[in-house]
């Protein structure tokens, strides 16, 4: 009993801690800045954090690819591209931290970031247990946004998706408690100000674009404080857009909807909590091709940071397989990137060449073999496409 008594002061204790981080995490968005404007910024520095795995490799051909697209602005010394090592499993490990200090550091001078893959140790792997380095950055940088573009034409599938970012499962994920042997507990919070103005920012999404349809996707009924938080929150600020209709789906009707064709092409804007936004967005990749077709914007309103959805593909690396890798993943993201820093035309090049390439003319395909291209020659396939003059009435044409 009294071995009882102890477990339970100590799981107060560090309950007590976690409300208290909570409540000053509320106090530091209730008083959060405006967002940056990246025309008053000269240069602009553009991070390059490779990763693990395929990372570095994918990375750098996407690197190439932007580094063509702007060369003039390079050129005139208004872009910078900024290459940041260390941001490795091997380092992590060696500091048992998500992101070393000094990475951390220089990733917090650059104003967006183009990053790679990084592993994510569970238990049993060989490296300690260290908080995952993608979420340690969202929460750093706090990247509140992740924005998840899928798109399949002939299905009518156009779908954007905004997935919480920095609450939920996931932003005490590391911090749940042992409480007994048998008695392990984990945490989720969700804050007003956290779901506002991620919902907002999915309406504003819409609006702007002219999509009459916004979705909120929650399990409400069943975790009825913090997603019910959400949906009311959700409630309020579809108040303030009146021309733009909206829905509440439960998230494992919603799954199974995304794979209904009388349905998917209905949604067009998903607001949801960071795990559902997690779970849901690589089904939608897969439907798309596969999540290595997919990129990732994560947003904040200081910082960006721009990464592939798939993992590091160790066995690749292990059977020496690098060079094969998909760079399509890491190129949208650059895409993403040069749209969101105001290259728009940039970046809707970008989006036509590798539209062309992987869904239309399909002249070069990688398989992750050697009976494929390699990442750098599908890279280069690209590049050729977005130096092609007719480009856009070619992708007009594959339109009709
Ligand atoms: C993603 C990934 C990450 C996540 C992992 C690697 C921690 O699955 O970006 O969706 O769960 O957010
Ligand atoms: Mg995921």
Redesign the pocket.
């Known amino acids: 009993m009294t071995e009882n008594n102890e477990a339970i002061e100590k799981a107060k204790e560090h309950f007590g801690e976690i409300v208290k981080e909570q409540l000053e995490r509320v106090e530091v968005m209730k008083s959060w800045q405006d967002w940056i404007d990246y025309k008053e910024l000269d240069p602009i520095i553009i991070g390059v954090v490779g990763g693990d795995g395929i990372g570095p490799m994918i990375c750098e051909h996407a690197k190439n690819v932007l580094e063509f697209l702007l060369k003039d602005e390079v050129e005139k010394g208004r872009i910078e591209f900024r290459v940041i090592e260390g941001l490795t499993i091997e380092n992590r490990a060696k500091v048992v931290k998500a992101i070393p200090d000094d990475v951390l550091e220089e990733i917090k001078k650059c104003h967006v970031i183009l990053k790679g893959p990084t592993t994510t140790p569970k238990t049993g792997d060989p490296w300690p247990n260290i908080e995952s380095a993608n979420v340690s950055m969202r929460r750093e940088l706090d990247l509140f946004a992740c924005v998840r573009p899928v798109k399949v034409p002939e299905k009518g599938i156009d779908w954007m998706f905004f997935r919480e970012n920095t609450e939920g499962a996931y932003v005490l994920g590391s911090k749940g408690v042992d409480v007994t042997d048998d008695l392990a507990i984990d945490f989720k919070v969700i804050t007003t100000q956290g779901s506002d103005r991620i919902i907002r920012l999915a309406f504003d999404y819409a609006k702007k674009n002219n999509i009459n349809r916004v979705t909120v996707v929650t399990k409400a009924n069943v975790v009825k404080t913090t997603d019910g938080k959400f949906l009311q929150v959700a409630e309020k600020v579809a108040k303030d857009y009146p021309e733009v209709e909206w829905d509440d789906w439960f998230i494992d009707i919603m799954a199974a909807k995304l794979i209904d064709p009388a349905r998917a092409s209905q949604f067009r804007v998903v607001v949801m909590p960071n795990l559902y936004g ?1 779970i849901l ?2 089904e939608a990749a897969q439907i798309q091709g596969g999540v290595g077709t997919a990129g990732s914007a994560n947003i904040g309103k200081r910082y960006a940071m721009f990464e592939a ?1 798939h993992g590091t593909a160790p066995r690749m690396v292990e059977e020496g397989r690098s060079q094969y890798a998909d760079p399509s993943s890491m190129i949208k993201c650059g895409a993403m990137l040069l749209n969101h820093i105001g290259y728009n035309e940039e970046s809707k090049r970008l989006d036509m060449a590798l539209e062309i390439c992987s869904q239309y003319e399909r002249k070069i395909k990688l398989t992750g073999r050697s009976d494929g291209a390699t990442g750098e020659e599908y890279a280069q396939y690209i590049m050729d496409r977005v130096k092609d003059p007719d480009l856009e009435n070619k992708w007009q044409k594959y339109q009709e």
């Open positions: 997690d967005t690589d959805i």
